[in-house]
Structures are given as C-alpha cells and as structure tokens.
C-alpha cells in the first residue's frame, strides 16, 4: 500500500507537536482521525513510530529516523512546488530572445530593463544576428 502525502504532514505535525491533540487542532481534523492515520501508517510501515503516553506522544528511534526522511522529502517536494510554480508564471527560468536591429536604446530597452528588475530570476539572453542565421542560433539555446 503506496503512502499518502498528507499521512507524512501529519506524522511530522504529530512529532512537533509531541500530542496529537495540538496536532489535530493544528491540522484542523479530529484527533481520532490523526490517531486513525498514525495508526495506519504504522501498519502499513510494520512498525511503531510513535510511543503514546497520558504525557504526550514521542517519536520512537525507527520514527525519527522516518520522520527525518519524510521532513526532507516533505520540505524538497514544496521547494520543487514552489520552482515549478513559479517558472510556469514566468518568473524564473530562461528567456531567450532573437533580434535583428539594435536594442540599446528605446522601448526594447526600457521593456528589458523592467522585465529584469520585475524578474530577477529570469536568465535573459539575447541572440542577434541576420535573419538566415537568427533561428538557428536561438534553437541551440533550447537547452
């Protein structure tokens, strides 16, 4: 049985927390269904990873070393969510751009120059040339 996302938020949340009480209010669930989650992904991993006691609820060593992971995992997947976000917006990556006339002064210029300071994450480049070899040197910037 694959493992869910949402399973590893919450068995992080349930470690910082050290209850599941604050845990589920955090999380905004019911702590039946927090303590229903954990309980099912121990299964599903065939081994506790928490230690519950009246004073609250404790990673055991094979849950920690879990959790260490699922944090890393967790924090790499928003960080790779947040690139991916933000490239499809246009506000990172590359832009290439072909031109033929001179573009140090005037509109274009201005246009670049804004562009650069509203998107400093976007890696601009500019190929110019003639015509005949203008397509050609932007399809070798594809990389």
């Not at 399973?7 to 927090?34: G, N």
């Not at 004073?55 to 959790?67: N, R, V």
């Not at 947040?82 to 002064?105: C, D, F, H, M, N």
């Not at 300071?117 to 003639?130: I, Q, Y």
């Amino acid at each position: 049985m694959p493992l869910e996302f949402r399973d590893l938020r919450w068995a992080i949340a349930a470690s910082q927390h050290r209850s599941l009480r604050q845990a589920a209010e955090t999380l905004r669930i019911k702590q039946s269904t927090l303590s229903r989650c954990l309980r099912s992904l121990e299964h599903t991993l065939g081994s506790r990873l928490f230690e519950r006691t009246r004073g609250g609820t404790q990673p055991t060593i094979e849950g920690q070393e879990f959790l260490d992971a699922a944090r890393r995992f967790v924090d790499e997947t928003e960080a790779i969510t947040i690139r991916v976000k933000s490239r499809s917006r246009g506000e990172s990556g590359r832009l290439t751009i072909g031109v033929q006339a001179s573009y140090s002064a005037g509109n274009f210029r201005a246009t670049l120059l804004d562009h650069r300071h509203r998107f400093p994450d976007v890696d601009a480049r500019m190929v110019d040339g003639s015509s005949d070899y203008l397509i050609s040197d932007l399809a070798s910037f594809r990389d």
